[in-house]
């Protein structure tokens, strides 16, 4: 056994490659020891990443660029051998947003500029009666959320930061914040959209892969300078993962692998009425990062980011740190 390895992740579905990894023992067959430790919000995980309180971590992959070009925080390089979400993001709107887009759309309900030109007409009417601006909840700054939010509003003239607000919530509070009336819809990843349905207080307005297609959401992420210190362990952690993927990729697994999860999840993070785990399995059919998907990959965030810095629907260039668009 190597020295035991400690592995922050925030309690989403794309982090069951991890913990699968541990609780079925892919990990420990490559000889690693692994702690898996459970946060809240993605900035608690970049921070002990970044000062060595993790040697790796589930993050989210635009995180990992933003951290290795020292944007919005310390400069520290990242790397990401393995891609643990694909398409895993949705829009989930209140009923009341939800009931005011479908009397103001004009085409398909499904089509994302349909229901983007129907928010820009609610915008416009909410702002002629004098009431507040539509809060939205996202991830973070540095999150294909954010991106995928700001691409989705801005294709239909409705300008992010001055028409709505976004705001920050980390992803287990984001139900209990719609519930609570904080905010008017959400883009987060599995289950919490799901969830949300399930209890009756949103409707997924859209996957978010309608809007920006094959995006990479969250990364296995480990400090450069670390990797390239322990390459071998990299690699045993990089098998264990695909070990993973593969072992969740077969439909008779999937409830071993949602009950897995919702255990190291932790109950105190899951609204009383959340599914049980037999029905937490649907939403690994639905988004889980599967073997297919979360296709192993050797990035260097500091080389290799471009597509996310660069790409017009989820562009770091197009909005900075702080939301603004440049």
């Given amino acids: 056994m190597t020295a035991p390895l400690r592995i922050g992740f925030i309690p989403l579905v794309d982090a069951a490659a991890l913990i699968v990894a541990v609780d079925k023992g892919f990990a420990a067959a490559e000889g690693l020891e692994v702690e898996l430790v459970r946060e809240v919000s993605w900035s608690n995980v970049r921070d002990k990443l970044n000062i060595g309180l993790f040697d790796a971590a589930h993050l989210l992959a635009p995180v990992a660029i933003a951290s290795s070009l020292g944007l919005g925080h310390v400069k520290v390089p990242i790397a990401a051998p393995f891609n643990l979400g694909i398409n895993g993001n949705a829009i989930t709107v209140s009923p009341a947003l939800h009931a005011a887009l479908m009397e103001e759309i004009d085409g398909d309900r499904f089509d994302p500029l349909a229901t983007a030109k129907a928010l820009a007409r609610v915008v416009a009417k909410r702002r002629k009666a004098g009431a507040d601006p539509l809060t939205f909840g996202m991830t973070f700054p540095f999150s294909t959320h954010n991106y995928q939010l700001r691409f989705w509003m801005a294709a239909a003239g409705v300008d992010p930061d001055e028409d709505v607000r976004l705001v920050v919530l980390p992803p287990p509070y984001m139900v209990d914040s719609l519930a609570n009336g904080h905010v008017d819809a959400f883009c987060v990843g599995a289950p919490w959209n799901s969830i949300a349905v399930d209890l009756g207080i949103g409707h997924i307005l859209h996957f978010v892969s309608d809007i920006l297609a094959h995006a990479a959401e969250k990364v296995l992420a480990l400090r450069q300078v670390w990797a390239d210190k322990n390459p071998d362990v990299v690699a045993s952690l990089v098998r264990a993962a695909v070990k993973a993927a593969e072992f969740i990729e077969h439909p008779e697994n999937r409830t071993e692998a949602a009950r897995s999860w919702r255990s190291r999840s932790g109950s105190a993070s899951m609204p009383k ?54």
């Fill in 273 to 326: 009425s959340s599914s049980a785990p037999s029905r937490d399995a649907s939403r690994f059919r639905r988004t889980a990062p599967f073997a297919r998907a979360a296709a192993t990959f050797w990035w260097d965030a500091r080389k290799q980011g471009a597509p996310i810095r660069s790409r017009p629907p989820g562009s770091m260039r197009r909005w900075c740190a702080g939301g603004r668009r440049r």
